[in-house]
């Protein structure tokens, strides 16, 4: 991954992780793997990173942590989504899309 | 234990012994990172990697436990407001403690003993939160208040003297040591409010009255206003100190009121205060500073 797409990611991540728990809430592993196949294999995270963020968004009051036990009996910690983060993931699509479509725009292939 | 589990065992162990955080928080985290290490090695052992080789990828590409690590604690260094609040509750309290004896007010050392109750009760019950380490600080007001009433005894009481001012040494030494390996912050947290203390017993020479036992308020109405604001002060630095997320500008929280309340003691009780006693009260501002100043050293 460059530089430039490190940046990106790294201003991206909150939005990224508010996406797939507001599909479902999820747990540290199953995120990245989620992550990594939407994006076909894009978005590979450096796993340790993930959980500082998740912490500063549970901190924020965007997710909220809970420890519930697979099928198998083992303990895992679930994300799920609060209204905050429902609200932040909104504004946060809204600007993306107009961001999105105003660099499209500019950087449009040229002609010819 | 099979060579995969100690590997990520250790690996753990490297990544939470760094953590300088509250045990339940640390002991949460440690649960997350095993659970998350024991997913993608199995996930990979189930791909045909060997054991060694998958635990060995597993902490790969989770990354360097260091860095990690420090991410953590600044996530979790940040109070919320509440914490905030009874971060700078006990400075607060001393400064209302200070107005009922300036003022001779009743009503406000009665507030003042019941919210510092309220307070110690809740610092007790909730395994001593960060913002706890504040009100520590006064809580060692009495040891170390015996130890130099004790100073000056005669007779039989010379005795327990001897007996009681090591207990009290050691009992400060545990205290201070056990907030070391928590936090080198929480130290200076919790004896700024001793820089602030000495400085002014120092400039009001309330020292020779605590060792003999007849301390009067006299220092008190001289300058109530003056050591009304330095606990002001003191308590609007430990409420940054709460709320700000760099360790860096922790520590400039705690530093800058101290070599303020130092400054003024000095500039406007300089007439009173020898040339030894300034030196003991900037040393006890520099004792305060140095887990702070060697948090700036890295």
Redesign the interface.
Known sequence: MTNCEREFLKGSTDCLILSVVNDHPTYGYELIKELESRSDGYFHFREGTLYPALHRMEHDGLIEGKWEALPGGQERRYYYITPRGKDMLARRRVVWSDFSAAVRSVLKPEAG | MTVMHKKLSDYVSS?CGGLRMDSRTRE??D???R??L???TNSLTRRGLSDDEASHRAIR?????G??AR??I???S?GSWKDAFLTSLPHLLVALLLTACYRHSFVCLLATVLVAGLGAHMAVSRRAPPWSFSWLGYCLVPVILAALLLLNATHWWTLLGIAYIPCAVLVVVYVVRQTASRDLLYVSLMLAPWAVITAWCIATQSFSGIRTGSLNAAGVHVYGRELVGSFVALAISSFVFARIRPRWGKALALIIPLAGVLGYVSLYCGQEMSLWGWLIAALAVLLVSIPTVREFRG
Do not use: C, K, M
């Open positions: 990544l949460e985290i649960r997350e990172v659970a998350h024991e997913d993608h590409s989770f990354g360097n436990p860095i990690i991410d953590l600044v996530v979790h940040q």
